[in-house]
């Protein structure tokens, strides 16, 4: 049978005309001006067998809904292609907009908190404008956008031929401390004398593929890296963050023309920033999480708070990738098998007992009684975030006992591509890479929905933001799930070849 490759990209804008609201953080940020732009890129690839499409968006999430428009708007205007071997994933930037239907903010820490608000209490916000774009039009600019990228892309496929290949750069490390006390924070203090490790560890792999045309001239190149792009996450304007300026770099050395698709891989953990080496922000942040009494100039990198870290971590991605690129040419490949499995699994949801109920109910009670001005701010809502989302949860939990996710394993030659919806530990990631059958495995997290955090047990008893009940829909008993699922999917694709 021949497996003849064919290859098709487009990147387009999200860049918006006017004001939106950026996505990422408790309190609330309008975008003042852009600083790089912001893209969707697609790339369509198929053989004789089947096909598939990536779509990577500089987004904080992808939302099932945004996936259900998008599907449903190309409909007809893709003759063969499949709506659901789509993935939409987003490189987790807080730097873009936030297009999140109100109805979805109901069961938010913010809604549950204004419940239990007296009525004479207001809510402050701290940036409202009405010439700022609407959720509404954000998701329909939006829709447009990813459906035109995934059109293009499709309807322009060409012979092509590929190399898969392996790098390593730097950038992700783990994000969360534990003390003596078996307590964990997200951003903890590692000045503390109770300071005992880092919760997890890193991976400085990146995985590749370079695409090529029939001339065999370089046309794009898909990187994966367990590390999300938030180095500028704070900051009030438009930016892809370091992925955009590594597709700057990319386009110095390779030509305008090159496509650069970036995917985020397990890295619910991970951030650009050593903790232990910790280098402050330069400019002033509104983050409560992030506060410091270690004011030691350390000899570092620089901050991974700024645009000078951005253009740190972009470097080194893009050197490693120029570098690969000279092993990978070597060994490239024109035909390949495509299996595409779509997966609908259900997952059992994280609970909350009536203790810990009763519990959040009573901290907000006593936050409430205390509280001296009749108003509440970005401030209060971040310090109840957790109580407030643990009686969300217990509210959820009466009709619901678990939760659908859409999840896709696709053999591409000897590689295997898997999706989750999560902002996934790094530790499910390595478990899932370390028993692959495949000889290299590419994990794409934020993709085809928006699962929040999937802790793990460790995490999970050491507490804290990203591993609190009220930080993700379901806990480690889900993510084992999803771990053994995927093994499972990647084990018969491979196995099937043997029969």
Known sequence: MNNTIKAGWYENSITPNKKVMLAGQFYERVSEYVETDITVTAIAVSSSQNHFVICSCDLLYIEDYLVDSVRKKISGRCEGLNPFNIVINATHTHTSIDYQRKENKDGSALNIL?????????????????????????????????????????????????????????????????????????????????????????????????????????????????????????????????????????????????????LCSAAGDQCPRDLIRWVAPVSPIDDPNITRKDNINRIADPSMFEIEGCWKAAKRIANEIIDVYEDAKKSIKDEAVIKHEYINLRLPIRRASQEEYENATYIIDQFVKNKKIKSFDFNDKAKMHVHAGTIARYIYQQKQSDYEIEMHVIKFSDLAIVTNPFELFLDYGNIIKARSMAS????????????????????????????????????HEGGKKLVETTLSIIEKLWGSENK
Not at 445 to 457: D, E, F, N, R
């Open 440 to 475: 290299q495995t590419f994990i794409i997290q934020l993709a085809c929905g928006c699962g929040s955090y999937l802790p793990t047990k460790k995490a999970e008893e050491h507490g804290h933001y990203s591993a609190y009940i009220s930080s993700g829909i379901t806990g």
């Open 114 to 262: 204004k419940k239990y608000m007296p009525e004479d209490f207001s809510y402050i916000e701290k940036a409202k404008d009405d010439t700022i774009m609407s959720n509404n039009e954000a998701e329909e600019f939006l829709t447009d956008k990813i459906s035109q990228a995934i059109i293009e892309a499709w309807n322009n496929k060409k012979t092509a031929s590929f190399s898969n290949a392996f790098g390593r750069a730097p950038i992700g490390m783990c994000r969360r401390v534990v003390y003596e006390d078996s307590t964990g924070l997200m951003w903890g203090d590692t000045s503390r004398a109770d300071f005992e490790s880092l919760e997890g560890g890193n991976d400085s792999g990146i995985e590749l593929i370079y695409f090529f045309d029939e001339k065999r001239n370089l046309t794009g190149i898909v990187a994966n890296l367990a590390c999300p792009s938030q180095i500028l996450e704070h900051r009030s304007f438009i930016s892809s963050d370091y992925w955009g300026k590594v597709k700057i770099l990319l386009r110095e050395k390779f030509g305008k023309d090159i496509y650069l698709l970036s």
